[in-house]
């Protein structure tokens, strides 16, 4: 079956830790997305990868990193340099264009210890 | 930028009854609207989107909605709510009003709660 898979569902971080959530598809997509969701705030745009090798920040992207090395697969790290990480990352791909359809990966739950 | 507006950030329905939940967008060239479900700790399903064409579309489970072009509205609806809708629902928008690239701008969301 074709589909986004996160891992893992749930991720501890230490004070001053760096963390990688892992995003892989197997849709062909081109472009991908990496979204935090916190309580009553909707989703929030970290990073877009349009293509491999490619990736511009979102609206937030202060205290993330993210790569695109495959076209498969696209990682995000949380740095210790982000302060608040609490929350549920949500990766999502596309064929990339405007207005085609988001398709989104089950998440992953951060907690910091 | 483009912003999304969703009233009502709890809606509470019977069983039967119909369900409304509001979207409105700013934006003066009308952009591509999307209704996403999300049910507790999972991700995002896509219910419908807007794209070109016919105003009013026809979604999964039942739902659908109509683009309102005077009103900058993309109200989601469905006649009689199940109990299987209870779960949290993000109205979307993407260019051309703006947006770069495939880039969803969300609403805040709507829980909806059936009651038997």
């Known amino acids: 079956d074709g589909g986004i898979t996160q891992s893992p569902k749930y991720l501890f971080r230490k004070e001053g830790q760096n963390v990688t959530l892992s995003c892989e598809q197997n849709?062909?997509?081109?472009?991908m997305y990496w979204y935090r969701q916190d309580p009553g705030q909707g989703l929030r745009l970290i990073y877009y990868?349009?293509?491999?090798?490619?990736?511009q920040k979102g609206d937030i992207a202060e205290g993330y990193s993210v790569s695109r090395e495959k076209k498969e697969s696209f990682p995000l790290t949380v740095t210790s340099a982000q302060k608040n990480p609490t929350a549920f990352y949500l990766c999502?791909?596309?064929?990339?264009?405007?207005?085609?359809?988001?398709?989104f990966g089950p998440g992953t739950r951060l907690l910091v210890l | 930028a483009q912003s999304v507006t969703q009233l009502g950030s709890h809606v509470s329905v019977s069983e039967g009854a119909l369900v409304l939940l509001r979207c409105n967008y700013s934006?003066?060239?009308?952009?591509?609207l999307f209704w996403y479900v999300q049910y507790p700790n999972q991700g995002l399903q896509l219910l419908l989107k807007?794209?070109?064409?016919?105003?009013l579309v026809k979604g999964i489970n039942g739902f659908e909605a109509e683009f309102k072009k005077s009103e900058t509205s993309f109200h989601l609806t469905k006649p009689s709510a199940h109990m299987s809708d209870a779960a949290e629902y993000f109205c979307?928008?993407?260019?051309?009003?703006?947006?770069?690239?495939?880039?969803?701008?969300f609403g805040q969301g709507t829980i909806l709660t059936v009651h038997p």
């Open positions: 999502a791909s596309s064929l990339g264009a405007v207005q085609e359809t988001q398709y």
């Open positions: 849709l062909n997509h081109d472009a």
């Open positions: 990868s349009q293509i491999v090798n490619d990736f």
């Open positions: 934006s003066s060239v009308p952009p591509y």
């Open positions: 807007y794209t070109t064409g016919a105003t």
């Open positions: 979307a928008v993407s260019g051309p009003g703006g947006t770069s690239y495939g880039k969803l701008t």
